[in-house]
C-alpha cells in the first residue's frame, strides 16, 4: 500500500489503547492520527482529523460506540469502522452491524488479525472474527425461515457470496470471475435487495446463517 492508511482509536481503557498503538506500529503502512476514550470525543475528533479506518470500542461511558458509529457513519459514509469488544453478545454484534461497521474483533486479536482486517476492509470487503461464527449460523427464526424459502439465488449470485466470505473486494472478484467491477456491484446490490440487508457485512452474515457459503 502506497498511502498511509489513517487510523483512530477509539476505547475507554487507555492502557488497551497503547497496546493496540504498539502492536499497529508494527504495521508499517498504518498512521494513528488520532484516539478518543468515548463517543463523543471520537464525533469530535473524526469532524476535524479526516481517517481512513476506525477501531471502535463498543461499551464506552458518556457515548456508545453504538451510537457514535451511526452517528459518524451519516456524516462520513466512506469511513470504515471495525468494531472491538471483549463481549460475543448479540445484541451488540446486530447494533453494530445494523450501524454501517466494516468489521467486528474480539479484543484477544494478535498483529495478523488486524493486519488482515484493516487490509480487508480498505480494500472494500468485510472482516469478522471467528469468534463471531456462533453468532452467523445461530438457528434462524421462523420469520427467517420462511423469508428464506421465498428467495432464489443465480449460481452467479452464490459465487459472489462466496468469494465475499473470502474477503475480497469488488475488483478481486471481478478478477477472479472474469466480469467487470461494475457487474459485481450491480449483484451486489441485487444480492442486498433479494435478502433485505442493509450492508456487506449484514450480508455476509446472513450468507453463512443460511449457510449459502462455506467457511
Not at 471495525?82 to 474480539?106: E, K
Not at 472482516?127 to 461464527?133: A, G, N, R, T
Not at 452467479?156 to 461494475?182: H, P, T
Request: one cysteine or more; glycine letters at 6%.
Amino acid at each position: 500500500m502506497e498511502e498511509a492508511i489513517k487510523i483512530i482509536i477509539v476505547d475507554d481503557h487507555e492502557i488497551f489503547r497503547n497496546g493496540l498503538k504498539m502492536v499497529l506500529g508494527k504495521l508499517p503502512y498504518v498512521h494513528i492520527v488520532g484516539e478518543a476514550a468515548n463517543g463523543q470525543e471520537f464525533l469530535d475528533l473524526i469532524r476535524t482529523t479526516p481517517a481512513d479506518v476506525v477501531l471502535m470500542d463498543i461499551e464506552m461511558p458518556v457515548m456508545s460506540g453504538i451510537d457514535a458509529t451511526a452517528i459518524a457513519m451519516k456524516e462520513n459514509p466512506g469511513l470504515k469502522i471495525i468494531a472491538l469488544t471483549m463481549f460475543n453478545d448479540d445484541d451488540y454484534v446486530q447494533s453494530m452491524i445494523d450501524a454501517g461497521i466494516r468489521g467486528f474483533l474480539i479484543k484477544n486479536i494478535n498483529k495478523d488479525t488486524l493486519d488482515k482486517a484493516i487490509k480487508t476492509v480498505m480494500n472494500g470487503g468485510a472482516y469478522y472474527s471467528e469468534e463471531l461464527f456462533n453468532f452467523f449460523t445461530k438457528r434462524v427464526t421462523t420469520e427467517e425461515k420462511h423469508q428464506d424459502d421465498e428467495v432464489k439465488f443465480t449460481a452467479r449470485e452464490k459465487e459472489i457470496l462466496q468469494l465475499l466470505s473470502e474477503g475480497l473486494s469488488n475488483k478481486q472478484i471481478a478478477d477472479v470471475l472474469y466480469i467487470s467491477e461494475r457487474t459485481v456491484v450491480g449483484h451486489k446490490s441485487n444480492l442486498l435487495a433479494k435478502t433485505g440487508c442493509k450492508n456487506a457485512i449484514s450480508l455476509l452474515a446472513y450468507a453463512i446463517r443460511h449457510k449459502l457459503v462455506i467457511i
